[in-house]
T-cell receptor, first 113, second 117 residues
Framework: ELKVEQNPLFLSMQEGKNYTIYCNYS?????LYWYRQDPGKSLESLFV?????AVKQEGRLMASLDTKARLSTLHITAAVHDLSATYFC?????????????FGKGTKLSVKP | DAGVIQSPRHEVTEMGQEVTLRCKPI?????LFWYRQTMMRGLELLIY????????DSGMPEDRFSAKMPNASFSTLKIQPSEPRDSAVYFC???????????????FGPGTRLTVT
């Protein structure tokens, strides 16, 4: 059974600081997705990582994928309040039915002035 | 494209009543997913369809829940009878079919916030 674990689950940071969210998964996969959810809103796709070593950046967020370590990271640079949200990673469930993504529990990020 | 459309956006009902949630996926998407999100359990996959056929319904909590997809542009999730513990946000998502090197991220609808009193 594919498992996806995120840590930390809660993260409180000050504006201007850097931090990293980790996403570990339990089986072979070379596709990983990051989503953002604002309070009371839907999930918005942030990044799609399709191969080992993939790195993508958008503004203050940078995501990377290491398929050998079964690890993806979401790095936050010089955090600002607008980044406060819950971030989910998701992995293809290749071991099961195709088309199914397995989501982590999410990391709730709070950026304070 | 308008994205995934869900209705209603909010539903308040009394215990024992039937509730029907509706979803229109993005045109051309082959897969449709129903999720439930609560504070306690997070985001749970309930069921998903490929080309209108249910593929995996192992996440459906019990027989009170049923889902249908009569055509490529419409799906329903029905709860009968509803109970207070069904209170949650229900999301519908859709995606393209998984083909090698194809990005098939799921696109989520706005959700239906269900409250059962």
């Amino acid at each position: 059974e594919l498992k996806v674990e995120q840590n930390p689950l809660f993260l409180s940071m000050q504006e201007g600081k850097n931090y990293t969210i980790y996403c570990n998964y339990s089986t072979t996969s070379d596709r990983l997705y990051w989503y953002r959810q604002d309070p009371g809103k839907s999930l918005e796709s942030l990044f799609v990582l399709l191969s080992n070593g993939a790195v993508k950046q958008e503004g203050r967020l940078m995501a990377s994928l290491d398929t050998k370590a079964r690890l993806s990271t979401l790095h936050i640079t010089a955090a600002v309040h607008d980044l406060s949200a819950t971030y989910f990673c998701a992995v293809d469930n290749y071991g099961g039915s195709q088309g199914n993504l397995i989501f982590g529990k999410g990391t709730k990020l709070s950026v304070k002035p | 494209d308008a994205g995934v459309i869900q209705s209603p956006r909010h539903e308040v009902t009394e215990m024992g009543q039937e509730v029907t949630l509706r979803c229109k996926p993005i045109s051309g998407h082959d897969y449709l997913f129903w999720y439930r999100q609560t504070m306690m359990r997070g985001l749970e996959l309930l069921i998903y369809f490929n080309n209108n056929v249910p593929i995996d319904d192992s996440g459906m909590p019990e027989d009170r829940f049923s889902a249908k997809m009569p055509n490529a542009s419409f799906s329903t999730l029905k709860i009968q009878p509803s109970e207070p513990r069904d209170s949650a946000v229900y999301f519908c998502a859709s995606s393209l079919a998984p083909v090698y090197d194809t990005i098939y991220e799921q696109y989520f609808g706005p959700g239906t916030r269900l409250t059962v009193t």
